[in-house]
């Protein structure tokens, strides 16, 4: 097959009018919402007054109840059939994956698919590789052992689909999946940010260069992904990078194209929302930023409705010069989990992150920590560098840093040297944001 500098995984469906594709997804809507009515306890209960064939227009949509973890959680602990309770929208023996959720705050949600759900999930994931410019040539590198954690499995069986040559490389430490990627020719990685710059810096201590192993094409999951640490990630890969957006109740749902600068909604597999963060009832506009309502619309095994996602996002322009005509996201912002006010200002740890990253490449690990000094809340950034700096250019890369972050962030950070090697190191996913203060939004939940 030739590779064109633009071609479609499905050609017919990535560049339909917008009209006619929300008339495709409204249309799907109807059909699984009365499905799950019919067959899920809790979709029933939950839009029982609701009558699908009266949602004609998107503003009907959105007068729609929103279901959030919580609901799911709630819909499934001690209910039967277990372990996934009121949300199953099929016989349980027609169950044949099951999945959950990472449950890192509370626990899991499970969540069931059958023979045909996952299809569905795998060829959405067929169109995140294919934009990402997976062909049958590639051999794709996985370097994770997947578990019951859902992105890499999806990304594996659709790189199978794609025609690519898969290698999973769990159960190996981080120097055996380096030289497993140079034995195998591995050309392709399915990868977190985090454990992408992990890799690379295990590479440059074996005295490899990341660039010589050969990886040309990344796609990351799992955590957000500033622009300016994907620059930092093509750089040391001398790879294309590109970032995806989903989970694991709603599956991946945006993706970046080869342009690389926002991300394409997968429609019309998805109806997708970007609603203002006060109220979610209104649409955000575009350039504006919002929180992500997903509903999937093509899996009965776990039919869930304008599923709130928690993820915030910045809504783009519509058309891409790609030619895809799906809804475009300028930016992945953060989860609303992370998203803080401090001193009334509200706050996202992705901001530091691209600071530092972009503008500030001496800083290496670091940690932003939220407090309570008596009413006063106190913003600290503590950070290793990864050369040692005499005390006067010290001095002025505090200064300097201090008073971007403060024009970028309206908050002046309390900003402190630590140790080479003293902070948390993470192989997975990050955490580098400790708000040790009560709630999630003003420190009083
Ligand atoms: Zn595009």
Known sequence: MSEEKVSYWNPFLETLPRDKLIQIELKNFRAILDYAKKRAPFIREKFRDISPNDIKTMKDVRALPLIDKEDLRTAQEGKEPFPFGDILGVDIGAVNDFRQTSGTTGRPVYVPETYESWQWRIEVWCHILWMAGFRETDRVFVPFGYNVYVAFWEGHYAAEKLGCMVIPGGALDTKGRINKMIEVKATALLNTPTYGLHMAET???????????????????????????????????????????????????????????????????????????????????????????????????????????????????????????????????????????????????????????????????????????????????????????????????????????????????????????????????????????????????
């Open 203 to 445: 590479a440059k201590k074996m005295g490899i260069d990341p660039k010589d192993i050969g990886i040309k094409k990344m796609v990351c999951a799992g955590e957000p992904l500033p622009q300016a640490t994907r620059k930092m990630l093509e750089n040391l890969w001398g790879a294309r990078v590109y970032n995806h957006i989903g989970g694991t109740e709603p599956c991946g749902w945006a993706s970046m194209c080869e342009e690389r600068t926002g991300l394409h909604v997968i429609e019309p597999f998805f109806l997708v929302e970007i609603l203002d963060m006060e109220t979610l009832s209104r649409e955000v506009e575009p350039g504006e930023m919002g929180v992500a309502v997903v509903t999937p619309l093509g899996r009965h095994s776990f039919p869930i409705i304008r599923f709130n996602t928690k993820d915030i996002v910045r809504r783009g322009e519509d058309g891409c010069p790609c030619g895809r005509t799906s809804m475009v996201l300028s930016e992945v912002v953060g989860r609303l989990d992370d998203l803080r006010k401090i001193r009334g200002v509200l706050f996202t740890p992705v901001t530091v992150e691209e600071i530092l990253r972009r503008e500030f490449p001496v800083v290496g690990e670091y940690e932003i920590i939220v407090e309570k000094r008596g009413v006063m809340d106190e913003i600290s950034l503590k950070m290793e560098l990864h050369e040692e700096i005499g005390a006067s250019s010290l001095g002025e890369l505090i200064n300097s840093l201090r008073e971007r972050l403060k024009m970028k962030t309206n908050l002046r950070f309390n900003i402190q040297l630590a140790d080479p090697g003293e902070l948390p190191r993470y192989t997975l996913k990050s955490k580098r944001f400790k708000d040790l203060r009560r709630g999630p939004l003003d420190g009083t939940k």
